[in-house]
């Protein structure tokens, strides 16, 4: 008897199957961004930021614009995060009873 072993592609850790295509997970960027654009919050540039992570995944490499797109999302709304954070030290500074 010849046991059969059925092939599983393995995906990265950031791949993302509800997102099967790099088009789909910048279409979701894109709905984020419009909607940060619109209201800007510490979850939607969260929520941009684990996108653009996403489209890092190798899955999602299907041209060098799409790999290179990808990297300058994550640097972009990594900046906004930071810059969320910096603000919100700035208007909400340290003080002991608030620790």
């Given at each position: 008897?010849?046991?059969?072993?059925?092939?599983?592609?393995?995906?990265?850790?950031?791949?993302?199957?509800?997102?099967?295509?790099?088009?789909?997970?910048?279409?979701?960027?894109?709905?984020?961004a419009?909607?940060?654009?619109l209201?800007?919050?510490?979850?939607?540039?969260?929520?941009?930021?684990?996108?653009?992570?996403?489209?890092?995944?190798?899955?999602?490499?299907?041209?060098?614009?799409?790999?290179?797109i990808?990297?300058?999302?994550?640097?972009?709304?990594?900046?906004?995060?930071?810059?969320h954070?910096?603000?919100?030290?700035?208007?909400?500074?340290?003080?002991?009873r608030?620790?």
């Open positions: 008897m010849q046991t059969q072993l059925t092939s599983v592609k393995k995906h990265s850790i950031l791949f993302d199957p509800e997102l099967p295509t790099a088009k789909e997970v910048m279409a979701a960027i894109c709905c984020v419009t909607q940060y654009a209201n800007p919050s510490l979850d939607l540039a969260n929520t941009a930021l684990t996108l653009a992570h996403k489209l890092t995944a190798p899955e999602y490499a299907e041209t060098k614009l799409i790999v290179e990808a990297k300058r999302l994550v640097f972009q709304w990594d900046e906004v995060l930071r810059e954070t910096y603000i919100q030290m700035q208007v909400i500074p340290a003080h002991s608030l620790q």
